[in-house]
């Protein structure tokens, strides 16, 4: 069956190149309008897509050139479209597109602007890939242009050395990731002689279950989806990818990137299924990281880094989802997470812009007055992160918690993880708004700060609705030929959990409330009564400084090591030495030209004697025999 | 009694190149009576006609088996072959040596006669089949090198490379000498005939026999001596060094041909039956040869003292080719004794070419930047010192491969190991000529100096050759075999 | 690829090797100050080279001819020697052929025509590509040592007399490491004849004729040391010198002076294609010749290639000097070609015969850039360069495109060879593909301190770093239009050496 | 007969040790002429009167009148004057020794290998020393001899190239 | 009692050596040439001895051509030894070393 979904991708594709090549010799607002309009028409292809699905196609999977082909190693390059790509494709152009509007007023005054939306595009292009790619080497490709467009984004500043580096740390952690996930594919293919999906689909049960192949290979396949999704113990990158401009921080967090490693442990959700230690690793790791980066958030006074925790914490708890086996749940909260991280971040950019670029929350302040819609957005994203009744998040973020502790043994305690977070999650949220948009938002303040423009407060204002309704999409009937029917929940229970979460949400906004809006003495208080604690938390849990001990350090040192010793003296030294020995021998034998006629005579007769001798040992007069 | 002369085979066809020779010897003797002083390059050309001559009566021995004399003497294709190089690198060497006369104020005509009298012992020693003739060969090659060795008769080094010459080169005729009484003594014959007939006949157990195994010996010892292969090449250096340019040029070469062609008859040809007495001696020869030749080159830095242990050490390469004692290993080392005296017969005329050009000296520093003050000089340096180290496509590669090839065929490892070890040491100091001639120039002097026509000619016909035969080495290496398996 | 039949009666072969040379004579009758048209000679005839290659690359035949070998030229060269004149291409030799004469008619564009002794150094360029050439193509075993040799003058005096710094010990080491290995070559090419004239007779050099009788036997060391197979001797005999060409660790310290002191032109051909060399000659020889030996000293070979990325990528990390750097990292990429040719299967050859012309394409392009920076901001220390795309935007951005591909990004090229040679060496031997995947996170580490590390920061001031030229842009399009081609639709290059491949005796064991 | 050698052998041995150890160059030669005469007297032991002729005409008498006449024009004390060096001396005869030793345990008591020929000193006897002899220089060994003539001229050539003083 | 044969070698094995000892330790060159011409004549010895125990004339030959052939590297080496001389150098082998390592 045809597809449009080639065109999907064609269309940032498009973006790109044009942006690319000939962005500089455009006018900006043409090059914003190609770059956010590329997109716009991706979704709206998508759409396309999401109708033929509906109506009746289960999935599409069309083959348009081979990319390798020797032995029975073979690589087609084909799209496979069924719903999980489908939802996926469909937030990333939707939402996606929101932030390139949002991004044409946001770097209107970039001198890089052109060069700003070719990498945009690139982005939205490398994850449709990574989506929408039916085998697992173009997955990867995809995975790794995300990668890159990411460092390319992240380093859009390449004047400021924080963001180089930033960069740099991505790349190389997401280089890591990749390494992993073509380890995983190499074992699939020498188990099953496979990498399309639907053949990888159709013979996973070929391999024990639970057998180690199979869970190394969900294991391999994790390493890249940590690294990509930022969950421990790859996380470190994504704090600093702060260093990018803030619709690059929205799309890598709402849209993209680090819902990736969601995506494709969804993906692989048969492969999982088949390797239940893979699968509650993947529940375990997502568990600790949203605890560990909700801990963290808690102490930052970074925006765009609180932000950036959060996420960190939100796709733990989506990971936690998939790796429970509540897929569904997971992919719920990816769409709902988009809606409102997409939100915040924009709404976060706004923000900064009024305050110069100053991301320090403890400057901010009177933005009810100065940024209405930003306020107010804002604080409708915060209220669905939080997970306040009836906003969308809710509904996604109760799916999983409740899918947690519903489930037998140890995930019970993942769920009591999720709780705990959720908490902490209301508290760090309702601590950032209050501390930067300012308890004292009633009364006035000297500062004349303005309302950004409405081609970047439309786009945040659509994204609010979608965080406030959000909830109500049908995503887990809608996946449920791709996942099955999800567990069934009896009423009372979801009435009792819902209550539970809500009350959870509630303490957080409470203590927050209490320590950063009341009784702000209380928080110093508190802080100081808990320093180590808090520095440990403050300091990320000195994560960044152990990795550059254990593996920076240490692999430059081996580095200089190597050049400054090993090299010179010991290989070269052997090579020189070798050599130099020669030369030794030579003037040693050359000693024997003394010039004078009687020593070249001594060598003649020596030669003679040494003639007599051998003969003498040929007729065996000599202890040593020669010859026959 | 009577004399009868009809048994003997008076065959004076047989001998016409060496004839022709030792003619043109004695015609340049009388015409320098009358050529006047400043014409002796008339003399010059008298010799190349003549060698012509002898080179038009090789050619029509080719292919035959004529043993003459009551066999002290042949005309066979070995013989034939050998006449060939030696002419050809005597009228080479006449052909350059004018100029470099002219310059050292040495332009007599005794230097024609001495070198036709050397060529004449040296052909005579290719064709020789009898020890007397061996003897007489290396005589008359001997001593006309002595006297030309101290052709610059004022020049102390000159004198001091002739003395030296002399005194060594009677030492070791003592001992070849010596060799050749044993060798008489244990076979009753002086001819190679008989003493192959005596060494192969069954009864005679002659790889038990002390006179003659002595005799071999000590025969190998004046054999070596003239092939300036080590132990027995002391002399080589300090009398490539102080004899004239021209000389060292000559007899670098053509010598070292002329002995290499006793060898294989002796060793090849005569004692095939007793392969595996002379074999240990002759590969410890060869190898440390090769040891010492290529190492103490390394130090050199007078190119003429260089070339003379590079000399040395190819001495080993060209003996590793007999020590396989087979038609394939001796036609590698008729096919290396070509190719050597191509290169290195183009190398010390370089040498003798910048000399002439008025650098008396051939400290290497004296090269320095070369290529710069003479192109056409250095590049053809280049390309006989790449092939003196066996670089492709040079002929100098092939001869190395041959050998080897001879030697894996063989299945004789140990020397093969020693001389590919040497051959990269080797690469070493001719390089480094090439490097020094790459050098910058102290001060940026380009000097025009004309070469003249004979001496650029020769220069850039041995540079051609060497590189041509390096792409069709097939001919040679042809004329090699045939001229090989005569005696298999 | 077979688009058409080229016709059969034309020497197609031999005049590729004699096109360059041709050209070299052409040059060498020209006088030397009218530079324009030495250049411009040295440049046509490159050209004509390269469309002559790509007329052999285009009528080239999926798995046709006798062992897969077409355009066979052969011509009686010594006989008595069992020596000839044997030409031919297949799917070992096919691209890299290609690849020749592509990097060569980059490296005479670039020539400067104002350096010193101009044709001279057109004349040598063109000489080093028949040499080059005539590499790929043999098929005697002594023809190809011949040219194997022949290749080495032409280099030596490249560097030698137009290089820097050190040239002329630079020079000298890579000689006197390559003799070495040479020799150990020739040894075993003679050794190689003379077992199989022992075995069936037949006096020849001819790779045809040798590879379909394998050397078998023990060989007695001497004093009772044991016993080693005669294939492992000829097997070490041969790979020595593949192995310092290429080089394999730890045979590589003649790489940096060498690669540091050539001039921009001259490490263009030297680290894209003579290292390609050494790996081709272990493809067409040691796996083709001695199969058993592959088998049995495969795996040592393959944890020095895979040291040799590591080292490689660790040298690279701390290097200043970018010529350094990108020396370093080539020895690094080679040993993942080497991982690849050791791990004796299908994909791990493929991978490393891709990965060959990849590493060709990406090494040349990486000293082009290093080229332009050295010319335009006058230093090549990492130290002194910041902020270049400050005032080159365009050069940042080719140069990003050449950095992924030689880290190995997904999408481009470095990442197919990359990926099929850790899967090929993952069947062989897990822990090797495991070190080389480090390398590949090495490699993200090393190339992008090297290309944030000059192209980004706030530029010193004055900006003063020239943008790209068109003939910059010229030289570098095709280079990186292969990265991108071979990175997304590589798949033309298994339809072409998939059936030579196949036939390998390694692969058959 | 024994004897005879026995004193001829004895006589050779103590002039040879004269020829190395006299230090005045005059007293050497004169011991080379001894020995040369002593071993004329051993050829004609060994029935080689026309050799015996040879060795006292050219040998003996001109030969070593060269040698006399050269010393006598150069500074015959030249020898005593020079600096005494041990070494030369130590090494040479432990070469010497050694070598002779070798040599003389090799050959002592062996007998010659070579098939006898037919030239009995009766045959030769039959037709006269000298006239067999020379027979032979004009049949057999014609060649060699025609060679010897060349090898003169070239000599002779060399040596006044070498030693006359010329003017230009 | 006829003497065997192998005196004679023995004899001339002596005197070689002898010869070989007395180039080895004397420096003046005429005496140095000396010795040259008692080797020449050992070798002589060796081939009369040789000539007469087997019968043949090849050695007799042999020896007259050594004779002859000694005459004549005595005329040239003569002529060598007085152009030293006449370039005023000493008569010592040994201080003759302008060419060396």
């Given amino acids: 069956m045809e597809t449009l979904a080639p065109f999907v991708l064609l269309s940032p594709l498009a973006g790109f190149l044009v942006n690319a090549l000939f962005g500089r010799l455009l006018p900006r607002r043409v090059v914003g309008w190609i770059g956010a309009g590329s997109v716009g028409i991706g979704f709206i292809f998508s759409l396309n897509l999401l109708l033929q699905l509906l109506t009746g196609a289960h999935s599409l999977d069309q083959t348009y050139f081979t990319w390798w082909q020797s032995g029975d190693f073979s690589v087609p390059f084909n799209l496979y479209v069924d719903r999980l790509s489908t939802l996926m494709i469909l937030v990333i152009t939707g939402v996606g597109f929101l932030i390139h509007v949002y991004s044409i007023g946001y770097m209107r005054e970039d001198p890089g602007y052109s060069r700003f939306f070719a990498y945009m595009n690139l982005f939205v292009f490398s994850m449709l890939l990574l989506v929408l790619s039916g085998n697992l080497i173009w997955l990867i490709i995809g995975w790794a242009a995300v990668g890159l467009s990411s460092y390319l984004l992240i380093g859009f500043w390449f004047e400021r050395p924080t963001a180089v580096l930033a960069a740099r740390k991505a790349f190389v952690m997401n280089t890591i990731g990749d390494v992993g996930m073509v380890f995983a594919a190499f074992l699939i293919f020498l188990n099953l002689r496979v990498l399309d999906f639907q053949g990888l689909f159709s013979r996973v049960h070929q391999l024990p279950k639970g057998g180690g192949v199979i869970t190394a290979i969900c294991l391999l396949l994790l390493v890249g989806a940590v690294a990509k999704s930022a969950q421990l113990p790859l996380h470190t990158w994504l704090p600093d990818a702060m260093e990018g401009p803030t619709p690059v921080s929205a799309l890598i967090h709402a849209a993209t990137m680090v819902t990736a490693g969601v995506y494709l442990v969804a993906r692989m959700h048969m492969l999982y299924d088949w390797a239940p230690a893979a699968a509650a690793t993947v529940a375990v790791i997502g568990g600790v990281t949203a605890l560990f980066a909700a801990t963290i958030g808690t102490s930052q006074v970074d925006i765009k880094r609180i932000l950036a925790y959060s996420t960190m914490s939100q796709i733990g708890y989506m990971f936690l989802a998939v790796g429970i086996g509540a897929y569904a749940a997971g992919m719920f909260h990816f769409m709902t997470h988009a809606f409102f991280k997409a939100l915040l971040f924009m709404a976060a950019g706004n923000v900064i812009h009024a305050f110069h670029d100053d991301q320090d929350i403890r400057n901010m302040g009177n933005l009810r007055a100065g940024l209405p819609i930003t306020f107010w957005t804002f604080l409708i994203g915060t209220l669905s992160i939080s997970g306040f009744p009836l906003f969308a998040g809710f509904f996604s973020k109760d799916e999983i918690i409740r899918a947690a502790l519903s489930a037998p043994g140890t995930e019970f305690w993942l769920g009591v993880v999720a709780l705990v977070t959720a908490g902490l999650t209301a508290y760090y949220m309702f601590r950032l708004f209050f501390i930067a948009f300012g308890w004292e938002w009633l009364s006035h303040d000297e500062r004349h700060l303005h309302e950004a423009l409405p081609v970047q407060t439309v786009p945040i204002v659509i994204l609010a609705a979608g965080a406030v309704v959000g909830g109500y999409i049908p995503v887990a009937s809608f996946l449920t030929p791709v996942f099955g029917h999800a567990v069934d929940v009896g009423t009372g229970a979801f009435i009792g959990l819902a209550a539970l979460s809500v009350l959870v949400a509630l303490i957080g906004f409470l203590a927050a409330y209490l320590l950063h809006a009341r009784r702000p003495d209380l928080a110093v208080v508190w802080r100081t009564r808990l320093g180590p604690i808090h520095a440990l938390v403050e300091h990320k849990y000195y994560i960044d400084e152990l990795y550059d001990r254990l593996f920076v350090r240490p692999g430059v040192a081996l580095a200089r090591f190597l050049n400054d010793i090993v090299e010179p003296r010991v290989i070269d030294g052997a090579v020189n030495g070798v050599a130099n020995f020669f030369l030794l021998e030579a003037r040693e034998f050359r000693l024997i030209q003394t010039g004078r006629v009687s020593s070249y005579a001594l060598w003649t007769l020596g030669g003679a004697i040494g003639v007599v001798v051998v003969v003498a040992a040929f007729l065996g007069y000599l202890p040593v025999r020669l010859g026959g | ?488 | 690829m077979s688009w058409y039949t080229l016709p059969g009666s034309v020497p197609w072969l031999t005049l590729s090797l004699v096109i360059p040379l041709a050209g070299a004579l052409l040059v060498a009758l020209t006088p030397g100050e009218v530079r324009r048209v030495v250049k411009q000679l040295g440049v046509l005839s490159a050209v004509i080279t390269l469309v002559l290659v790509l007329a052999i690359i285009g009528g080239f035949q999926h798995g046709v001819g006798n062992l897969h070998l077409q355009f066979e030229e052969t011509l009686r060269w010594i006989p008595s020697a069992g020596i000839s004149y044997h030409l031919g291409v297949d799917g070992l030799s096919l691209f890299l052929l290609g690849l020749n004469a592509l990097l060569f008619l980059i490296a005479i564009v670039i020539v400067d025509p104002l350096i010193p002794r101009l044709k001279q150094f057109i004349l040598l360029l063109l000489i080093l590509e028949a040499a080059t050439a005539g590499i790929l193509l043999s098929l005697d075993l002594v023809l190809f040592y011949v040219f194997w040799e022949a290749m080495l003058v032409p280099l030596y005096f490249l560097i030698g007399v137009w290089g820097e710094g050190q040239r002329v010990y630079a020079a000298f080491k890579f000689l006197i490491y390559t003799v070495i290995g040479s020799f150990a070559m020739l040894v075993a090419i003679l050794a190689v004849t003379a077992i199989n004239f022992s075995q069936t007779g037949q006096l020849s050099f001819d790779w045809t004729v040798l590879v379909q009788h394998p050397a078998a036997g023990i060989w007695h060391l001497p004093a009772g040391l044991g016993t080693i197979g005669i294939q492992q001797l000829l097997f070490i005999g041969f790979g020595l010198a593949f192995a310092i060409k290429m080089p394999i660790f730890p045979l590589h310290t003649w790489l940096p002076p060498a690669y540091t002191s050539s001039p921009i032109p001259v490490v263009i051909v030297f680290a894209g294609l003579v290292s390609k060399l050494g790996a081709y000659g272990f493809l067409r020889f040691n796996l083709a010749l001695f199969p058993d030996a592959a088998h049995s000293l495969g795996g040592l070979l393959a944890v020095l290639a895979t040291i040799g990325i590591l080292y490689g990528a660790f040298m690279a990390l701390v290097q200043t000097d970018l010529k350094r750097l990108v020396a370093y990292a080539s020895m690094s990429h080679l040993g993942f070609i080497g991982l690849g040719i050791f791990a004796g299967n299908l994909l791990g050859i493929e991978g490393a015969l891709i990965q060959m012309i990849n590493h060709g394409v990406i090494i040349a392009a990486l000293f082009l850039i290093v080229g332009m920076i050295e010319r335009r901001a006058g230093t090549r220390d990492r130290g002194e360069l910041r902020g270049l795309a400050a005032t080159a935007p365009l050069f940042a951005a080719l140069f990003l495109v050449v950095s992924l591909a030689a880290l190995g990004l997904p999408g481009l090229n470095g990442f197919v060879g990359e990926f099929l040679i850790m899967l090929g060496a993952w069947a062989s031997f897990i822990p090797m593909a495991v070190g080389a995947g480090i390398g590949v996170i090495l490699a993200a580490w090393y190339v992008l301190r090297f290309y944030q590390g000059t192209t980004q920061e706030v530029p010193p001031q004055p900006a003063t770093f020239g943008e790209l030229r068109t003939a910059d842009v010229g030289v570098l399009a095709p280079l990186l239009a292969l990265m991108v081609l071979i990175g997304v639709t590589p798949a033309f290059f298994p339809a072409a050496v998939d059936a030579t491949v196949k036939a390998l005796p390694v692969l058959l064991r | ?168 | 009692m006829p003497v065997p044969a192998y005196s004679f070698l023995l004899l001339s094995g002596v005197l070689f050596t002898m010869g070989a000892v007395g180039f080895l330790v004397r420096r003046n060159p005429l005496v140095v040439f000396m010795c040259i011409e008692l080797m020449l004549n050992a070798v002589n010895l060796a081939f009369v001895a040789i000539s007469r125990y087997l019968n043949s004339l090849d050695g007799v030959i042999f020896a007259f051509l050594v004779i002859t052939v000694a005459a004549a590297e005595v005329v040239v080496g003569i002529a060598i030894i007085v152009q030293v001389y006449r370039a005023g150098r000493p008569m010592d082998v040994d201080d003759l070393d302008l060419m060396k390592e």
């Fill in chain 2, 1 to 488: 009694m009577t004399i009868n002369l009809s048994g003997i085979g008076i065959d004076y066809g047989a001998i016409l190149p060496e004839l022709v020779v030792a003619g043109t010897a004695i015609v340049v003797l009388f015409l320098e009576l009358f050529v006047p002083p400043d014409r002796r390059r008339w003399l010059a050309a008298v010799t190349v006609v003549g060698l012509l001559g002898a080179l038009v009566a090789t050619i029509s021995l080719w292919g035959q088996n004529r043993s003459a004399f009551g066999d002290t003497v042949i005309a066979d294709s070995l013989a034939a072959f050998f006449n060939v190089l030696l002419i050809l690198i005597t009228i080479a060497t006449v052909a350059i040596s004018p100029r470099y006369l002219e310059a050292l104020d040495l332009d007599y005509g005794e230097y024609y006669i001495l070198i036709l009298g050397a060529t004449a012992g040296m052909m005579l020693l290719a064709a020789a089949t009898s020890l007397m003739t061996i003897f007489l060969g290396i005589e008359l090659l001997s001593i006309s090198l002595y006297v030309l060795s101290g052709f610059a008769r004022t020049a102390l080094r000159s004198q001091e490379s002739a003395l030296k010459y002399l005194l060594l080169g009677g030492f070791a005729t003592g001992f070849l000498l010596y060799g050749m009484a044993l060798i008489y003594g244990a076979t009753g014959s002086t001819t190679l005939r008989g003493i192959a007939a005596f060494t192969t006949a069954a009864s005679s157990n002659a790889g038990g026999n002390v006179l003659l195994l002595l005799g071999i010996g000590f025969l190998s010892v004046g054999l070596a001596f003239k092939a300036s292969a080590a132990p027995f090449h002391m002399w080589t250096p300090d009398v490539y060094e102080g004899a004239p340019s021209i000389v060292t040029t000559f007899m670098s070469v053509a010598t070292k041909s002329a002995a290499f062609a006793a060898i294989g008859r002796v060793f090849i040809a005569t004692f095939p039956s007793i392969s595996s007495r002379w074999y240990f001696p002759l590969a410890l020869i060869a190898i440390f040869s090769l040891f010492i030749g290529n190492l103490v080159a390394i130090t050199q830095d007078n190119l003429k003292r260089m070339l003379a242990y590079s000399g040395i050490a190819q001495a080993g390469y060209i003996l590793l080719g007999v020590l396989p004692g087979t038609a394939q290993g001796f036609s590698a080392t008729l096919f290396y004794v070509a190719a050597y005296s191509l290169m290195n017969f183009g190398a010390f005329a370089v040498v003798t070419a910048v000399a002439a050009g008025g650098e008396q000296t051939a400290e290497l520093s004296h090269w320095r930047g070369l290529f710069y003050r003479r192109p056409f000089l250095a590049t053809v340096m280049t390309i006989f010192m790449l092939s003196l180290a066996g670089i492709p496509p040079t002929v100098g590669f092939f001869a190395k491969l041959f050998v080897f090839q001879a030697l894996v065929s063989a299945q004789i490892w140990a020397p093969l190991i020693v001389a590919v070890i040497m051959t990269i040491v080797s690469f070493y100091y001719y390089l480094r000529v090439v490097v020094i001639m790459l050098a910058a120039p102290d001060e940026a002097v380009v000097e025009k100096r004309r070469l003249g026509i004979p001496t650029s000619t020769v220069l850039g016909a041995a540079a051609l050759a060497t590189l041509v035969l390096g792409i069709f080495p097939a001919v040679v290496l042809d004329w090699a075999t045939r001229a090989a398996s005569l005696h298999f």
């Fill in chain 4, 1 to 168: 007969m024994v004897v005879g050698f026995a004193i001829v052998a004895a006589w050779e041995i103590v002039t040879a040790a004269g020829v190395v150890a006299f230090r005045k160059p005059i007293y050497n030669a004169l011991s080379l002429v001894a020995n040369m005469l002593g071993l004329a007297v051993l050829f004609l032991m060994l029935n080689a009167q026309f050799l015996f002729a040879a060795q006292v005409i050219v040998y003996a008498g001109a030969v070593m009148v060269l040698f006399v006449f050269i010393i006598a024009l150069m500074n015959p004390e030249s020898d005593v004057a020079l600096p005494r060096r041990g070494s030369e001396w130590i090494y040479g005869a432990v070469f010497g020794v050694i070598f002779a030793a070798l040599l003389v345990s090799l050959l002592f008591n062996r007998g010659l290998t070579g098939r006898p020929g037919t030239l009995t000193p009766e045959a030769i006897a039959a037709v006269g020393n000298v006239q067999t002899v020379g027979i032979a220089l004009y049949t057999k060994f014609l060649f060699p001899v025609e060679v010897t003539s060349l090898l003169l001229l070239i000599a002779a050539v060399g040596a006044v190239y070498l030693a006359m003083r010329r003017i230009r």
